[in-house]
């Protein structure tokens, strides 16, 4: 059965860092499109970073956050820098292929 297990969320004050993992099991990692997804209170879930063979990135991370992948640890990063009080939200991890997973998610706040 595939599963996505995400941590490192927590909170965090404006300016500082967090790196998120999400960790797979069950399918064939590599043939999968990772991405990261974040959802605000009252606001869709948007797009934040994806990363297959090339990487791509919301206009409102980039240079902020970095996506990158470890495919013998079936694991997929998300390094967040500068936190703004914006980046608040539960954050999902993604597999995109043959199927489509989805992790429980994580929250990140970032609040003085």
């Known amino acids: 059965q595939a599963q996505l297990v995400e941590s490192g969320g927590g909170l965090v004050q404006p300016g500082g860092s967090l790196r998120l993992s999400c960790t797979a099991s069950?399918?064939?990692?590599?043939?999968?499109?990772m991405k990261w997804y974040r959802q605000a209170p009252g606001k869709e879930r948007e797009l934040v970073a994806a990363?297959?063979?090339?990487?791509n990135y919301a206009d409102s991370v980039k240079g902020r956050f970095t996506i990158s992948r470890d495919d013998t640890k079936s694991t997929v990063y998300l390094q967040m820098n500068t936190l703004k009080s914006d980046d608040t939200a539960v954050y999902y991890c993604n597999a995109r292929g043959l199927y489509n997973y989805w992790g429980q998610g994580t929250q990140v706040t970032v609040s003085s």
């Open positions: 990363i297959g063979t090339r990487t």
């Open positions: 069950g399918f064939i990692f590599r043939d999968y499109v």
